[in-house]
């Protein structure tokens, strides 16, 4: 099954943010189905300097505590008080630092990722749904039917129900960095160039 291993987000934040581009998400549902996404799109956030991050200054809270968790934790917490955000922490544990995972496309079960988005089949879909299917963390979230309830998931463990597979890195030359999005409270941390896609 080629799952990645604790090994893989042990690693710098960044490092494995650009690494994680082209890997496959596998959401396995409570009847065994497995919804299937390729990461097409990714944020660094790293706590000890970084004032985008939940956890900057090493902040300790309720919300917060899955980022000081084992590397290849699921960190799922909610915005607007609405939208759902997966991230995979990274680095060593005790070390809160993590990789937000932004945009995908669908691999396997599409139709069933289009019910939750938008209650409908994926031919179905209207061509501004094609275009906003899952590039953005609660449409992602949403596809995939993740919640809170999956926060602190052993990623490397299947029997959770939440992994991730080695899925095919793409070319190097494919992918672009940029500023990371809606973060503008972030002083400096605005510019850092920490956001990957395809």
Request: aromatic share 10%; charged share 25%.
């Amino acid at each position: 099954m080629d799952i990645l291993t604790k090994d893989f987000y042990t690693r710098d934040t960044l490092t494995v943010a650009r690494d994680l581009l082209g890997r496959e998400i596998v959401r396995v549902l409570e009847d065994g189905t497995q919804l299937v996404c390729r990461i097409t799109e990714t944020e660094g956030y790293i706590g000890r300097m970084d004032k985008a991050c939940h956890a900057y200054g090493y902040r300790r809270t309720p919300r917060t505590e899955t980022l000081f968790a084992p590397p290849g934790t699921a960190y799922i917490y909610l915005i607007y008080g609405m939208y759902h955000c997966l991230n995979f922490v990274t680095e060593e544990e005790g070390e809160p630092a993590a990789v937000l995972i932004r945009g995908a496309v669908p691999v396997a079960n599409g139709d069933i990722i289009a019910e939750n988005r938008f209650g409908r089949k994926e031919k179905d879909m209207s061509s501004y749904q094609r275009k906003n299917f899952l590039n953005g963390p609660g449409k992602l979230c949403r596809g995939l039917a993740l919640t809170r309830a999956q926060n602190g998931l052993d990623l490397t463990d299947p029997a959770g129900g939440l992994y991730v597979r080695s899925g095919a890195p793409p070319d190097p030359a494919s992918i672009q960095v940029g500023k990371r999005v809606g973060i503008d409270y972030a002083e400096e941390a605005v510019d850092f160039p920490w956001r990957f896609y395809l």
